[in-house]
């Protein structure tokens, strides 16, 4: 009897502790989600726009001034020139300097032997990048650095993970009708734009915590229109600046400097643009560190 008796209390036992786990678990899973304490990891998603990218250096300065920490650069097209400079050297005066120097000619070299693919070659670009960057590599950037490029063939969406940082950078500039595809890694490359022109999700499939994009085409109009080149880059604009909508849902801060007026290929307003991404970026300050500070508190999202 006794036996029997130490049988059944501890049967009844093992029923309480096991109901307790039982109710336990079930209050876990229905808890509500809050965003992890700790420093978050912080993406910024510089997009396309030709010559407006000189307001991704006022971003990137004024980030910078500011302190908020960048610990992944995502960059199609321009935003992968500008993103390459400052990822290989975390200066932004540096930047700011070597920004200054760009003109159309780095850019643009017109051939009419390459004109069945494209009017411009773009080995200039490559060339350029490899002599104003100093990390030779992507995967060994001081910041982790991903430029976006778009798949001809496919069609699909290219993140350039490994590789030489200035072949990357001209493929995910390589505008189709105006540059030539570029042939990297077996595939040919065009434009990261065409398909993911401000890379967010991108980003966000790297680890980012906190996503802040910089959208330099959300006006697009364009009064001087004189050349071919113009008119699909124009072309060119318009498309992004379709495709940049869905993408941004990803976004958790959207920086969007004033752009109005300049051109594709207008080299001429660099001071102007450079200020205006400064003074958006300063907008958008107090959003952040808010951000920030949720984040590492641990506040319910």
Not at 12 to 23: D, N
Not at 57 to 64: F, K, Q, S
Not at 265 to 284: H, V
């Amino acid at each position: 009897m006794l036996v029997k008796e130490l049988c059944i209390k501890k049967f009844f036992a093992l029923a309480i502790v096991s109901a307790f786990l039982f109710i336990s678990c079930q209050t876990v899973t229905t808890a509500p989600a809050i965003i992890r304490k700790g420093d978050p990891k912080i993406a910024l998603v510089l997009g396309g726009g030709s010559a407006k990218g000189f307001a991704h250096v006022g971003v990137i300065r004024a980030l910078e001034q500011e302190k908020i920490p960048i610990h992944m650069i995502v960059g199609t097209s321009v935003g992968s020139l500008i993103g390459a400079i400052y990822a290989s050297n975390p200066d932004s005066f540096e930047l700011e300097w070597k920004a200054f120097k760009i003109e159309r000619n780095d850019v643009l070299d017109p051939s009419l032997i390459y004109s069945k693919f494209g009017p411009v070659q773009g080995v200039r670009l490559e060339n350029f990048v490899d002599q104003t960057v100093k990390t030779k590599r992507i995967e060994d950037t001081r910041i982790p650095f991903y430029p976006i490029a778009t798949d001809l063939n496919t069609g699909e969406t290219i993140v350039l993970e490994k590789g030489s940082v200035a072949k990357a950078v001209r493929a995910s500039s390589a505008i189709p009708g105006i540059f030539v595809p570029v042939t990297f890694d077996n595939r040919v490359l065009v434009d990261g734009g065409v398909t993911n022109n401000i890379a967010c999700d991108v980003a966000k499939s790297k680890g980012a915590d906190i996503v802040i994009a910089v959208n330099i085409s959300r006006d697009i109009r364009e009064a001087n229109i004189n050349s071919l080149i113009d008119i699909v880059g124009q072309s060119a604009a318009i498309m992004m600046h379709e495709a940049s909508k869905n993408k941004l849902q990803h976004a958790d801060i959207v920086i969007e400097p004033n752009t109005k007026g300049v051109g594709m290929f207008d080299f001429t307003q660099k001071k102007f643009l450079m200020d205006e991404g400064i003074k958006a970026a300063k907008q958008a300050i107090p959003k952040i560190r808010d951000l920030i500070a949720r984040y590492k508190s641990g506040t319910p999202s």
